[in-house]
Protein backbone atom coordinates (compact mmCIF):
# COMPACT_ATOMS: atom_id res chain seq x y z
CA UNK A 1 0.00 0.00 0.00
CA UNK A 2 2.95 2.68 0.82
CA UNK A 3 3.88 2.45 -2.48
CA UNK A 4 0.68 3.86 -3.75
CA UNK A 5 0.49 6.72 -1.66
CA UNK A 6 2.16 10.04 -2.52
CA UNK A 7 4.99 10.63 -0.38
CA UNK A 8 8.40 11.86 -1.06
CA UNK A 9 10.03 9.97 1.50
CA UNK A 10 11.89 7.59 -0.85
CA UNK A 11 12.52 10.79 -3.10
CA UNK A 12 15.92 11.63 -3.19
CA UNK A 13 17.02 14.72 -1.79
CA UNK A 14 17.54 18.32 -3.27
CA UNK A 15 21.01 20.00 -3.81
CA UNK A 16 20.59 23.53 -2.45
CA UNK A 17 23.11 26.29 -3.48
CA UNK A 18 23.02 29.20 -1.77
CA UNK A 19 25.55 31.78 -3.35
CA UNK A 20 25.83 35.50 -4.11
CA UNK A 21 28.05 38.44 -3.68
CA UNK A 22 30.94 39.49 -1.18
CA UNK A 23 29.70 40.15 1.73
CA UNK A 24 25.83 39.91 1.61
CA UNK A 25 25.92 37.44 4.39
CA UNK A 26 25.75 33.86 2.65
CA UNK A 27 27.92 32.44 5.95
CA UNK A 28 25.17 34.41 8.69
CA UNK A 29 22.08 33.36 6.52
CA UNK A 30 23.33 29.37 6.28
CA UNK A 31 24.20 28.63 9.98
CA UNK A 32 20.24 30.32 10.67
CA UNK A 33 18.83 27.62 8.38
CA UNK A 34 20.99 24.76 9.74
CA UNK A 35 19.59 25.76 13.09
CA UNK A 36 15.92 25.78 11.89
CA UNK A 37 16.51 22.24 9.64
CA UNK A 38 18.49 19.95 11.76
CA UNK A 39 17.54 17.36 8.94
CA UNK A 40 19.47 19.71 6.01
CA UNK A 41 22.74 18.23 5.27
CA UNK A 42 25.83 21.03 5.14
CA UNK A 43 28.16 20.16 2.05
CA UNK A 44 31.68 18.78 3.74
CA UNK A 45 34.25 20.62 2.04
CA UNK A 46 37.85 18.70 1.06
CA UNK A 47 40.67 20.43 1.72
CA UNK A 48 44.84 20.74 1.45
CA UNK A 49 45.33 22.64 4.36
CA UNK A 50 46.42 21.41 7.97
CA UNK A 51 43.59 20.37 10.76
CA UNK A 52 43.52 22.72 13.10
CA UNK A 53 43.02 21.55 16.84
CA UNK A 54 39.42 20.33 17.34
CA UNK A 55 38.68 19.78 13.51
CA UNK A 56 37.47 15.96 12.61
CA UNK A 57 37.81 14.47 9.44
CA UNK A 58 34.50 14.09 7.60
CA UNK A 59 32.76 17.07 9.70
CA UNK A 60 34.62 19.99 9.23
CA UNK A 61 36.84 18.79 6.49
CA UNK A 62 37.91 15.86 4.56
CA UNK A 63 41.46 16.57 5.29
CA UNK A 64 43.58 15.82 1.62
CA UNK A 65 47.54 15.85 0.66
CA UNK A 66 47.88 17.35 -2.50
CA UNK A 67 48.24 14.56 -4.71
CA UNK A 68 45.17 13.22 -3.20
CA UNK A 69 43.26 16.66 -4.45
CA UNK A 70 44.80 16.99 -7.65
CA UNK A 71 43.51 13.30 -8.47
CA UNK A 72 40.28 14.25 -7.44
CA UNK A 73 40.40 16.53 -10.13
CA UNK A 74 41.99 14.37 -12.62
CA UNK A 75 39.11 11.71 -11.71
CA UNK A 76 36.17 14.27 -12.24
CA UNK A 77 35.44 13.75 -8.03
CA UNK A 78 34.67 17.70 -7.32
CA UNK A 79 31.40 19.63 -7.87
CA UNK A 80 34.28 22.43 -7.89
CA UNK A 81 37.28 23.79 -6.61
CA UNK A 82 39.45 26.75 -6.34
CA UNK A 83 42.70 27.27 -4.24
CA UNK A 84 43.25 30.02 -2.10
CA UNK A 85 46.36 31.16 -0.48
CA UNK A 86 48.46 28.03 -0.95
CA UNK A 87 45.74 25.49 -0.09
CA UNK A 88 42.90 23.82 -1.97
CA UNK A 89 39.42 23.56 -1.32
CA UNK A 90 37.05 21.73 -2.97
CA UNK A 91 33.29 20.29 -3.08
CA UNK A 92 33.63 16.30 -2.95
CA UNK A 93 30.47 14.82 -5.46
CA UNK A 94 30.23 11.96 -3.72
CA UNK A 95 29.31 13.04 -0.30
CA UNK A 96 26.84 15.58 -2.33
CA UNK A 97 25.75 12.19 -4.19
CA UNK A 98 25.43 9.72 -1.55
CA UNK A 99 23.29 12.38 1.10
CA UNK A 100 20.80 12.90 -2.06
CA UNK A 101 20.35 8.97 -2.71
CA UNK A 102 19.74 8.83 0.75
CA UNK A 103 16.58 11.28 0.52
CA UNK A 104 18.27 14.27 2.56
CA UNK A 105 18.91 17.83 1.42
CA UNK A 106 22.23 18.63 1.06
CA UNK A 107 22.96 23.05 1.36
CA UNK A 108 26.12 24.10 -0.19
CA UNK A 109 27.56 27.40 0.68
CA UNK A 110 29.97 29.09 -1.73
CA UNK A 111 31.15 31.95 -4.02
CA UNK A 112 29.50 32.71 -7.01
CA UNK A 113 32.51 31.62 -9.09
CA UNK A 114 32.36 28.34 -7.34
CA UNK A 115 28.58 28.12 -7.87
CA UNK A 116 29.12 28.72 -11.71
CA UNK A 117 30.86 25.80 -11.85
CA UNK A 118 28.50 23.49 -10.05
CA UNK A 119 25.48 24.58 -11.72
CA UNK A 120 27.46 22.55 -14.82
CA UNK A 121 28.08 19.31 -13.56
CA UNK A 122 24.92 19.70 -11.30
CA UNK A 123 22.41 21.63 -13.18
CA UNK A 124 19.47 19.83 -11.17
CA UNK A 125 20.69 21.75 -8.23
CA UNK A 126 18.60 24.32 -6.63
CA UNK A 127 20.50 27.66 -7.10
CA UNK A 128 19.74 30.31 -4.57
CA UNK A 129 21.07 34.22 -4.87
CA UNK A 130 21.34 36.11 -1.94
CA UNK A 131 20.93 39.81 -2.38
CA UNK A 132 21.29 42.64 -0.62
CA UNK A 133 18.85 44.50 -0.03
CA UNK A 134 19.28 47.64 -2.16
CA UNK A 135 22.48 48.89 -3.99
CA UNK A 136 22.98 52.18 -1.61
CA UNK A 137 23.12 49.46 1.33
CA UNK A 138 26.07 47.45 -0.74
CA UNK A 139 27.99 50.34 -1.06
CA UNK A 140 27.51 51.29 2.50
CA UNK A 141 28.74 47.76 3.63
CA UNK A 142 31.83 48.28 1.25
CA UNK A 143 32.77 51.56 2.55
CA UNK A 144 31.85 51.23 5.85
CA UNK A 145 34.50 47.65 6.12
CA UNK A 146 36.99 51.05 7.19
CA UNK A 147 39.72 52.67 5.62
CA UNK A 148 39.48 51.63 2.11
CA UNK A 149 40.27 54.45 -0.66
CA UNK A 150 38.37 55.68 -4.04
CA UNK A 151 39.76 53.22 -5.98
CA UNK A 152 39.59 50.34 -4.22
CA UNK A 153 36.12 50.74 -3.40
CA UNK A 154 35.31 51.65 -7.42
CA UNK A 155 36.74 48.10 -7.63
CA UNK A 156 34.83 46.61 -5.10
CA UNK A 157 31.58 47.64 -6.37
CA UNK A 158 32.31 46.97 -10.07
CA UNK A 159 33.38 43.06 -8.46
CA UNK A 160 29.97 43.25 -6.25
CA UNK A 161 28.47 44.23 -9.94
CA UNK A 162 29.54 41.83 -12.03
CA UNK A 163 28.64 39.14 -9.33
CA UNK A 164 25.03 40.41 -9.29
CA UNK A 165 24.96 40.06 -13.30
CA UNK A 166 25.35 35.97 -12.17
CA UNK A 167 21.98 36.05 -11.09
CA UNK A 168 20.97 35.63 -14.72
CA UNK A 169 22.17 31.52 -13.94
CA UNK A 170 20.14 30.95 -10.54
CA UNK A 171 16.72 29.93 -10.29
CA UNK A 172 16.05 32.28 -7.28
CA UNK A 173 16.41 35.52 -5.74
CA UNK A 174 16.05 36.27 -1.60
CA UNK A 175 16.71 39.47 -0.58
CA UNK A 176 18.92 39.37 2.52
CA UNK A 177 17.13 41.85 4.82
CA UNK A 178 16.67 40.62 8.26
CA UNK A 179 18.37 37.16 8.62
CA UNK A 180 15.47 35.15 9.96
CA UNK A 181 12.82 36.31 6.47
CA UNK A 182 15.60 35.30 4.19
CA UNK A 183 15.68 31.90 5.85
CA UNK A 184 11.43 31.42 6.01
CA UNK A 185 12.24 32.93 2.52
CA UNK A 186 14.55 29.64 1.73
CA UNK A 187 12.55 27.56 3.54
CA UNK A 188 9.23 28.14 1.35
CA UNK A 189 11.36 27.96 -1.53
CA UNK A 190 12.68 23.82 -0.47
CA UNK A 191 8.99 23.09 0.11
CA UNK A 192 8.02 24.33 -2.84
CA UNK A 193 10.48 22.44 -4.87
CA UNK A 194 10.21 19.11 -3.24
CA UNK A 195 6.13 19.79 -4.65
CA UNK A 196 7.64 20.14 -8.33
CA UNK A 197 5.72 17.79 -10.70
CA UNK A 198 9.11 16.51 -12.13
CA UNK A 199 9.90 14.84 -8.63
CA UNK A 200 6.87 12.92 -8.40
CA UNK A 201 6.15 12.46 -12.33
CA UNK A 202 7.39 9.01 -12.28
CA UNK A 203 5.95 7.29 -9.17
CA UNK A 204 2.65 9.11 -11.25
CA UNK A 205 3.20 6.83 -13.83
CA UNK A 206 3.50 3.54 -11.91
CA UNK A 207 0.14 4.58 -10.45
CA UNK A 208 -1.28 4.76 -14.11
CA UNK A 209 -0.60 1.74 -15.08
CA UNK A 210 -1.90 0.01 -11.64
CA UNK A 211 -5.21 1.93 -12.77
CA UNK A 212 -5.34 1.26 -16.24
CA UNK A 213 -4.69 -2.43 -15.18
CA UNK A 214 -7.53 -2.23 -11.89
CA UNK A 215 -9.82 -0.97 -14.53
CA UNK B 1 16.00 55.29 -3.56
CA UNK B 2 12.88 53.11 -3.72
CA UNK B 3 13.42 52.31 -7.24
CA UNK B 4 16.90 50.91 -5.97
CA UNK B 5 15.45 48.10 -3.10
CA UNK B 6 14.93 44.58 -4.42
CA UNK B 7 11.14 44.62 -3.24
CA UNK B 8 8.65 43.04 -5.08
CA UNK B 9 5.78 45.29 -4.50
CA UNK B 10 5.96 46.75 -8.14
CA UNK B 11 5.92 43.52 -9.54
CA UNK B 12 2.89 41.94 -11.02
CA UNK B 13 0.58 39.26 -9.50
CA UNK B 14 0.53 35.40 -10.36
CA UNK B 15 -1.94 33.62 -11.91
CA UNK B 16 -2.63 30.71 -9.80
CA UNK B 17 -4.85 27.80 -11.41
CA UNK B 18 -6.05 25.45 -8.95
CA UNK B 19 -6.80 21.97 -10.34
CA UNK B 20 -6.97 18.20 -10.01
CA UNK B 21 -9.74 15.35 -10.35
CA UNK B 22 -13.08 14.78 -9.52
CA UNK B 23 -13.84 14.75 -6.00
CA UNK B 24 -10.12 15.69 -4.75
CA UNK B 25 -11.41 18.65 -2.77
CA UNK B 26 -10.78 21.49 -5.01
CA UNK B 27 -13.38 23.87 -3.55
CA UNK B 28 -12.71 23.28 0.78
CA UNK B 29 -9.13 23.86 -0.41
CA UNK B 30 -9.25 27.16 -2.05
CA UNK B 31 -11.49 28.36 0.24
CA UNK B 32 -9.69 27.51 3.33
CA UNK B 33 -6.66 28.87 1.48
CA UNK B 34 -8.61 32.03 1.01
CA UNK B 35 -9.42 32.56 4.53
CA UNK B 36 -5.41 32.38 5.82
CA UNK B 37 -4.67 35.00 2.67
CA UNK B 38 -6.68 37.78 2.33
CA UNK B 39 -4.89 39.40 -0.27
CA UNK B 40 -5.24 36.66 -2.77
CA UNK B 41 -8.03 37.23 -5.24
CA UNK B 42 -10.14 34.92 -6.33
CA UNK B 43 -11.45 34.85 -9.82
CA UNK B 44 -15.01 35.54 -11.15
CA UNK B 45 -16.60 33.36 -13.36
CA UNK B 46 -19.02 35.09 -16.36
CA UNK B 47 -21.95 33.09 -16.79
CA UNK B 48 -25.25 33.02 -18.25
CA UNK B 49 -27.26 31.73 -15.86
CA UNK B 50 -29.73 33.78 -14.68
CA UNK B 51 -28.58 35.68 -10.74
CA UNK B 52 -29.74 34.09 -7.36
CA UNK B 53 -31.47 36.14 -4.95
CA UNK B 54 -28.28 37.70 -3.24
CA UNK B 55 -25.88 37.09 -5.61
CA UNK B 56 -23.81 40.54 -6.42
CA UNK B 57 -23.19 41.02 -9.97
CA UNK B 58 -18.88 41.27 -9.92
CA UNK B 59 -19.06 39.23 -6.86
CA UNK B 60 -20.40 35.87 -7.28
CA UNK B 61 -20.80 36.39 -11.31
CA UNK B 62 -20.53 38.19 -13.69
CA UNK B 63 -23.91 38.00 -15.46
CA UNK B 64 -24.04 37.82 -19.23
CA UNK B 65 -26.59 37.00 -21.72
CA UNK B 66 -26.29 34.49 -24.31
CA UNK B 67 -25.06 36.55 -27.11
CA UNK B 68 -22.85 38.33 -24.92
CA UNK B 69 -21.05 35.16 -23.66
CA UNK B 70 -20.73 34.54 -27.16
CA UNK B 71 -19.42 37.53 -28.12
CA UNK B 72 -16.65 37.35 -25.62
CA UNK B 73 -15.82 33.41 -26.85
CA UNK B 74 -15.33 35.27 -30.55
CA UNK B 75 -13.50 38.17 -29.48
CA UNK B 76 -11.05 35.98 -27.29
CA UNK B 77 -12.12 37.49 -23.87
CA UNK B 78 -12.37 34.29 -21.80
CA UNK B 79 -9.80 32.47 -20.74
CA UNK B 80 -11.52 29.58 -20.72
CA UNK B 81 -14.82 28.38 -20.99
CA UNK B 82 -17.32 25.57 -20.67
CA UNK B 83 -21.45 24.50 -21.12
CA UNK B 84 -23.37 22.97 -18.48
CA UNK B 85 -26.36 21.79 -18.29
CA UNK B 86 -27.28 24.66 -20.62
CA UNK B 87 -25.79 27.73 -19.04
CA UNK B 88 -22.35 28.74 -20.36
CA UNK B 89 -19.60 29.91 -17.59
CA UNK B 90 -16.40 30.70 -18.03
CA UNK B 91 -13.18 32.89 -16.82
CA UNK B 92 -12.89 36.94 -18.28
CA UNK B 93 -9.12 37.76 -19.01
CA UNK B 94 -9.68 41.02 -18.75
CA UNK B 95 -10.96 40.28 -14.43
CA UNK B 96 -7.37 38.54 -14.66
CA UNK B 97 -5.47 41.00 -16.14
CA UNK B 98 -6.37 43.86 -14.74
CA UNK B 99 -5.87 42.46 -11.20
CA UNK B 100 -2.37 40.93 -12.04
CA UNK B 101 -1.13 44.83 -13.60
CA UNK B 102 -2.25 45.45 -9.94
CA UNK B 103 0.47 43.46 -8.27
CA UNK B 104 -2.28 41.39 -6.80
CA UNK B 105 -2.44 37.56 -6.72
CA UNK B 106 -5.05 35.56 -9.11
CA UNK B 107 -6.72 31.98 -7.61
CA UNK B 108 -8.45 30.24 -10.46
CA UNK B 109 -10.12 26.94 -9.30
CA UNK B 110 -11.21 24.63 -12.51
CA UNK B 111 -11.47 21.22 -13.41
CA UNK B 112 -8.50 19.63 -15.72
CA UNK B 113 -10.06 20.51 -18.76
CA UNK B 114 -10.33 24.15 -18.18
CA UNK B 115 -6.89 24.58 -16.90
CA UNK B 116 -5.62 23.11 -19.88
CA UNK B 117 -7.53 25.78 -22.15
CA UNK B 118 -5.84 28.49 -19.66
CA UNK B 119 -2.64 27.11 -20.31
CA UNK B 120 -2.61 28.00 -23.86
CA UNK B 121 -3.76 31.35 -23.44
CA UNK B 122 -1.68 31.88 -20.02
CA UNK B 123 0.93 29.92 -19.56
CA UNK B 124 3.26 31.63 -17.61
CA UNK B 125 0.84 31.27 -14.74
CA UNK B 126 1.21 28.50 -11.77
CA UNK B 127 -0.19 25.06 -12.53
CA UNK B 128 -1.12 23.03 -9.23
CA UNK B 129 -1.90 19.67 -9.32
CA UNK B 130 -4.20 18.59 -6.25
CA UNK B 131 -3.82 15.12 -5.69
CA UNK B 132 -5.96 12.11 -3.71
CA UNK B 133 -3.51 10.81 -1.10
CA UNK B 134 -3.81 7.59 -2.68
CA UNK B 135 -5.16 5.56 -5.38
CA UNK B 136 -6.80 3.56 -2.66
CA UNK B 137 -8.59 6.67 -1.34
CA UNK B 138 -9.16 8.03 -4.74
CA UNK B 139 -10.99 4.50 -4.97
CA UNK B 140 -13.04 4.42 -1.75
CA UNK B 141 -14.22 8.09 -2.03
CA UNK B 142 -15.59 6.91 -5.42
CA UNK B 143 -17.13 4.01 -4.15
CA UNK B 144 -18.32 5.62 -0.67
CA UNK B 145 -20.45 8.13 -2.61
CA UNK B 146 -22.93 5.66 -2.60
CA UNK B 147 -24.93 3.34 -5.06
CA UNK B 148 -22.82 3.05 -8.06
CA UNK B 149 -22.56 0.06 -9.40
CA UNK B 150 -19.33 -1.68 -10.60
CA UNK B 151 -20.09 -0.17 -14.01
CA UNK B 152 -20.00 3.31 -13.19
CA UNK B 153 -17.18 2.60 -10.63
CA UNK B 154 -14.91 1.30 -13.68
CA UNK B 155 -15.42 4.69 -15.44
CA UNK B 156 -14.95 7.09 -12.36
CA UNK B 157 -11.72 5.22 -11.63
CA UNK B 158 -11.23 5.32 -15.39
CA UNK B 159 -11.87 9.36 -15.75
CA UNK B 160 -9.54 9.58 -12.39
CA UNK B 161 -7.23 8.54 -13.98
CA UNK B 162 -7.11 9.89 -17.21
CA UNK B 163 -7.17 12.87 -15.33
CA UNK B 164 -4.23 12.32 -13.31
CA UNK B 165 -2.21 12.00 -16.17
CA UNK B 166 -2.45 15.53 -16.84
CA UNK B 167 -0.28 16.03 -14.30
CA UNK B 168 2.22 15.91 -16.73
CA UNK B 169 1.18 19.61 -17.55
CA UNK B 170 1.08 21.01 -14.52
CA UNK B 171 4.00 22.86 -12.37
CA UNK B 172 3.51 21.53 -8.95
CA UNK B 173 1.48 18.75 -6.83
CA UNK B 174 0.04 19.09 -3.64
CA UNK B 175 -1.47 16.32 -1.94
CA UNK B 176 -4.62 16.78 -0.33
CA UNK B 177 -4.50 14.88 2.95
CA UNK B 178 -5.20 17.57 5.17
CA UNK B 179 -6.88 20.50 3.82
CA UNK B 180 -4.77 22.90 6.16
CA UNK B 181 -1.28 21.37 5.24
CA UNK B 182 -2.24 21.42 2.00
CA UNK B 183 -2.58 24.71 2.34
CA UNK B 184 0.24 25.73 3.93
CA UNK B 185 2.23 23.85 0.87
CA UNK B 186 -0.02 26.39 -1.45
CA UNK B 187 1.34 29.47 0.41
CA UNK B 188 4.84 27.85 0.32
CA UNK B 189 4.57 27.69 -3.33
CA UNK B 190 3.20 30.90 -4.00
CA UNK B 191 6.24 32.68 -1.63
CA UNK B 192 8.79 30.80 -3.62
CA UNK B 193 7.07 31.59 -7.12
CA UNK B 194 7.85 35.19 -6.04
CA UNK B 195 11.21 34.81 -5.31
CA UNK B 196 12.09 33.69 -9.20
CA UNK B 197 14.66 34.91 -10.79
CA UNK B 198 12.78 35.62 -13.77
CA UNK B 199 10.46 37.82 -11.70
CA UNK B 200 13.36 40.43 -10.82
CA UNK B 201 15.80 40.45 -13.73
CA UNK B 202 14.74 43.27 -15.32
CA UNK B 203 14.57 45.20 -11.98
CA UNK B 204 18.20 44.14 -11.61
CA UNK B 205 19.40 44.63 -14.72
CA UNK B 206 18.66 48.46 -14.12
CA UNK B 207 20.68 48.63 -11.18
CA UNK B 208 23.17 47.16 -13.49
CA UNK B 209 23.13 50.20 -15.72
CA UNK B 210 23.55 52.28 -12.46
CA UNK B 211 26.47 50.31 -10.46
CA UNK B 212 28.57 51.13 -14.24
CA UNK B 213 27.53 54.71 -14.08
CA UNK B 214 28.48 55.04 -10.98
CA UNK B 215 31.69 53.19 -11.13
Redesign the interface.
Known sequence: ?TN????NDAERGLLLVLSGPSGVGKGTVCSALRKKMEKLVYSVSATTRQPRTGEVEGVNYFFKSKEQFQEMIATNKLLEWAEYAGNFYGTPLQFVEDTLADGRDVILEIEVQGAMQVKKQFPQGVFL?L??????ELRNRIVNRGTEDDETI?RR??L??DE??L??E??????NDQVEVACE?I???I???H???DR??SK?KK??N???V??
Open positions: MNTFSFMPPSLERMKAGIKLEYDYAVVKQSITAELRKILIWMEVNSC
